[in-house]
């Protein structure tokens, strides 16, 4: 990786740590990364990692690692709050931007520290939340998806009575729905079209309610390898396109603000109202 990557610099404009020679460009660096990840053929993860460094390139340039300092991680932040950004999407951005920096620190062996690490948000705008659904509002849309019956109410349906990612269910094989077993469930693991967002994300999650009732309809009318071949195919998911049609099919249904992340919410609360140990919670 070293002779891609961390290759000798073409100018010193001032004195450079010891390690400056093979200091990568923070785009060579973005190579690196999405390469090393393992997940070079995530169109969505790709164009998450270059979005969120393209902003270091328009608040500041692209540059050798060793020439970044506090001062360009506080005007990207900056540029970032002007732009209108919340601090939550802001943070998300640093992160990745940290995480590139990091790996090529790393595998270069620079030895020098991070800029863009503990960077203060103090100015940025706080997100809006997204409330939790009613049990009456939940109710609401699980009645229309019953009476819809297609496969855009069966993916909230599914995602209504399980609390899972709207990727995660997008992304879902229709093996990965057993209706048949002793207690019916839904196993959430990655595929080749679909990485999870975290290790601990692999779970296995009960099916009940209007989530069984949406998982039978799901094989009984199965053509395809995809629990919904509309928002999946053998390259990726396209949980974007999905939520904004959902979103919109539910906004007469809801309170203000209400969407379909906001059933992970609702689920926490009904888990809580039943007094499910916090442990069994967060799994």
Same mark, same amino acid.
């Given at each position: 990786?070293?002779?891609?990557? /961390?290759?000798?610099?073409?100018?010193?404009?001032?004195?450079?740590?010891?390690?400056?020679?093979?200091?990568?460009?923070?785009?060579e660096?973005?190579?690196?990364?999405?390469? *090393?990840?393992?997940?070079?053929?995530?169109?969505?993860?790709?164009?998450?990692?270059?979005?969120?460094?393209?902003?270091?390139?328009?608040?500041?340039?692209?540059?050798?690692?060793?020439?970044?300092?506090?001062?360009?991680?506080?005007?990207?932040?900056?540029?970032?709050?002007?732009?209108?950004?919340?601090?939550?999407?802001?943070?998300?951005?640093?992160?990745?931007?940290?995480?590139?920096f990091?790996?090529?620190?790393k595998?270069?062996?620079?030895?020098?520290?991070?800029?863009?690490?503990?960077?203060?948000?103090?100015?940025?705008?706080?997100?809006?939340?997204?409330?939790?659904?009613?049990?009456?509002e939940?109710?609401?849309?699980?009645?229309? /998806?019953?009476?819809?019956?297609?496969?855009?109410?069966?993916?909230?349906?599914?995602?209504?009575?399980?609390?899972?990612?709207?990727?995660?269910? /997008?992304?879902?094989?229709?093996?990965?729905?057993?209706?048949?077993?002793?207690?019916?469930?839904?196993?959430?693991?990655?595929?080749p079209?679909?990485q999870?967002?975290?290790?601990?994300?692999?779970?296995?999650?009960?099916?009940?309610g209007?989530?069984?009732?949406?998982?039978?309809?799901?094989?009984?009318?199965?053509?395809?390898?995809?629990?919904?071949?509309?928002?999946?195919?053998?390259?990726?998911?396209?949980?974007?396109?999905?939520?904004?049609?959902?979103?919109?099919? *539910?906004?007469?249904?809801?309170?203000?603000?209400?969407?379909?992340?906001?059933?992970?919410?609702?689920?926490?609360?009904?888990?809580?109202?039943?007094? /499910?140990?916090?442990?069994?919670?967060?799994?």
């Open positions: 990786m070293q002779s891609l990557f /961390c290759k000798p610099a073409l100018h010193e404009a001032r004195p450079q740590p010891t390690n400056y020679l093979k200091s990568p460009l923070m785009s660096a973005l190579e690196l990364y999405i390469s *090393m990840k393992g997940r070079d053929s995530d169109k969505r993860f790709k164009a998450y990692a270059k979005r969120s460094v393209g902003y270091l390139f328009k608040a500041v340039k692209d540059k050798p690692l060793s020439e970044y300092t506090r001062s360009d991680a506080n005007l990207l932040r900056d540029m970032l709050v002007t732009r209108g950004l919340v601090s939550s999407s802001i943070k998300r951005n640093f992160e990745v931007v940290r995480a590139v990091n790996l090529a620190e595998e270069c062996d620079l030895g020098i520290s991070n800029p863009f690490s503990g960077v203060l948000f103090l100015n940025a705008k706080a997100g809006t939340s997204r409330p939790p659904l009613s049990n009456t939940i109710k609401r849309i699980q009645d229309q /998806c019953f009476s819809t019956d297609d496969d855009m109410r069966w993916l909230i349906a599914l995602i209504s009575d399980t609390g899972m990612r709207l990727a995660e269910a /997008c992304g879902a094989h229709v093996d990965d729905l057993q209706v048949n077993d002793s207690i019916p469930h839904i196993i959430i693991r990655p595929h079209w679909k999870l967002k975290t290790n601990a994300s692999e779970r296995t999650i009960p099916l009940v209007a989530a069984l009732w949406s998982a039978k309809r799901i094989l009984e009318n199965s053509n395809s390898a995809y629990a919904f071949p509309r928002y999946c195919n053998v390259n990726s998911h396209k949980a974007d396109s999905a939520s904004n049609a959902l979103n919109k099919w *539910m906004r007469p249904l809801v309170t203000k603000g209400g969407v379909i992340h906001s059933f992970r919410h609702s689920i926490r609360d009904r888990l809580r109202e039943i007094e /499910c140990p916090s442990d069994i919670i967060n799994q």
